[in-house]
C-alpha cells in the first residue's frame, strides 16, 4: 500500500491533501472530521486586517473563551488595545484547533500594511498555529501602480513577516504576474517555505435589471486547474520553496495531477463545500488507489514526474503544447 505522508514547508503531513482556507474550517468539528478522514493539514479562513476594531482582546478572550485560562504566549495582550473580537476569535480558534486535532492547523493573514502582517503573524504563533499564509489579494487598480512596484511589495512583506516569527510561512499568490518563475523564486529567496498557486480573484457581475455590480462568488470547477498545473510543472525544480495547488481539484485524479505536475500537495475547498467533509476521505481513497496501481510508494517520488526536465523548460515546451493543442481541436472538430 502507498505511503501517503509527505511534508509540505517542513510539516509532516498524513497526506498531501491540504483542507484550504474556507468557512468549513472555522468549525472545531469539521476540522476533526477532516483529520479522521485523511486530510494532511487545514487553513483557516484569512483574519482580514480590515475586520479589525479597537478593543481589548485580552477582555474579550475572557468574556468569550475561557474565563482566566489565557494561553501563556498571551498574556502580554492583556496591555494591548486596538483588536476587536474578530482576532480575539480567531486566535482562540486556533487554541481549541490545537487542543482537538494532531493534524497542523496553518493560520492565514490577509493585511494591509506591513506592521498588520507582522503584528498578526506573531500573535498567531503565540496562539499556537503550526504555519502561517499569507494571502495576498491587492488589485493593482491605479494607473500609477507598476508590476514591478507590486512584486517588489510582496517581496518586502514576505521579508518582513519573515523576520518577524519562526512559524513555517506559505504566500498564496494570484496567477496576474508576468515572470511568475522569477517572482517565485524571489518569494522564496526572501523566506518563504511555499508558494501556493493560486489565489482565485472572486469577480463582481453586473445586474443588468437593477444596473448595480453583485457579488457572486462561485464554487470552481476542474478546468481551473489545468492553469496551476501549466505553472506548477513549469515552476518546479527551479526553486527551493514547496507548491501548493490550490483551484479546481474536484476529485483524487485531480489530486494526482497536482501532485504529477509539481506541488508538493493539492488543497481543495469547492469540493469539500459542495460535497461535505466526508468528501476528503474519497479524494484520498482514489488518490490511494491510482498510486497503488501505477506502483508510487511514496508521493516524493511522484511529485513533478510530469515537470519538464531543465532544459527542456520554457519556449519549446509551452510552445510545443500550445501548438500539440491547437491541432488537436481542429482534429477532433474535423476542421482540416
Ligand atoms: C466560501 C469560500 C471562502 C474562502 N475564504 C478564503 C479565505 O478566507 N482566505 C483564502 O486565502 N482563501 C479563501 N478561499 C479560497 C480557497 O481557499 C481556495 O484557494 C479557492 O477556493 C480555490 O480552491 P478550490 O478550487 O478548491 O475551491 C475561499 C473560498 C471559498 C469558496
Not at 38 to 55: R, T
Not at 139 to 152: A, C, K, M, V, W
Not at 275 to 281: E, K, L, N, R, W
Not at 316 to 332: C, H, Q
Amino acid at each position: 500500500m502507498a505511503d501517503l505522508t509527505t511534508t509540505y514547508m517542513g510539516l509532516k503531513l498524513a497526506s498531501p491533501l491540504i483542507a484550504s482556507s474556507n468557512p468549513l474550517n472555522l468549525d472545531i468539528e469539521n476540522l476533526a472530521s477532516l483529520e479522521r478522514f485523511g486530510v494532511g493539514a487545514a487553513i483557516l479562513p484569512s483574519l482580514f486586517e480590515e475586520q479589525i476594531d479597537v478593543e481589548d482582546v485580552y477582555e474579550t478572550y475572557k468574556r468569550h473563551y475561557y474565563g482566566n485560562a489565557i494561553p501563556q504566549p498571551l498574556q502580554h495582550l492583556t496591555t494591548m488595545q486596538g483588536y476587536n473580537k474578530g482576532s480575539a476569535g480567531y486566535l482562540s480558534l486556533i487554541f481549541l484547533a490545537k487542543q482537538a486535532v494532531d493534524m497542523p492547523i496553518i493560520a492565514s493573514l490577509n493585511g494591509v500594511s506591513t506592521e498588520g502582517w507582522i503584528r498578526y503573524a506573531r500573535l498567531l504563533e503565540g496562539a499556537g498555529a503550526d504555519g502561517l499564509e499569507l494571502n495576498t489579494y491587492y488589485l493593482p487598480t491605479y494607473t500609477y501602480h507598476t508590476s514591478q512596484g507590486i512584486e517588489d511589495q510582496y517581496v518586502r512583506l514576505v521579508e518582513a513577516v519573515r523576520a518577524s516569527t519562526k512559524l513555517p510561512l506559505a504566500v498564496k499568490i494570484s496567477p496576474y504576474i508576468s515572470a511568475l518563475p522569477q517572482f517565485v523564486k524571489r518569494l522564496s529567496d526572501a523566506g518563504a517555505d511555499a508558494v501556493v498557486l493560486f489565489n482565485r480573484f472572486y469577480q463582481p457581475d453586473i445586474d443588468t435589471v437593477l444596473e448595480t455590480v453583485t457579488p457572486n462568488l462561485e464554487l470552481s470547477t476542474h478546468t481551473e486547474l489545468r492553469l496551476r498545473l501549466r505553472w506548477a510543472a513549469l515552476i518546479h525544480g527551479q526553486v527551493e520553496t514547496d507548491l501548493g495547488i490550490t483551484g479546481g481539484i474536484q476529485s483524487g485524479q485531480d489530486l494526482v495531477k497536482a501532485i504529477l505536475a509539481g506541488g508538493t500537495v493539492g488543497m481543495s475547498a469547492s469540493a469539500l463545500l459542495r460535497s461535505g467533509v466526508s468528501y476528503a476521505g474519497d479524494i484520498l481513497e482514489e488518490f490511494e488507489q491510482w498510486m497503488d496501481r501505477h506502483g508510487y510508494p511514496t508521493v516524493e517520488a511522484m511529485c513533478g514526474k510530469l515537470s519538464p526536465r531543465p532544459g527542456e523548460k520554457s519556449t519549446a515546451f509551452v510552445r510545443a503544447n500550445y501548438i500539440k493543442e491547437l491541432r488537436s481541436y481542429a482534429e477532433k472538430h474535423d476542421i482540416v
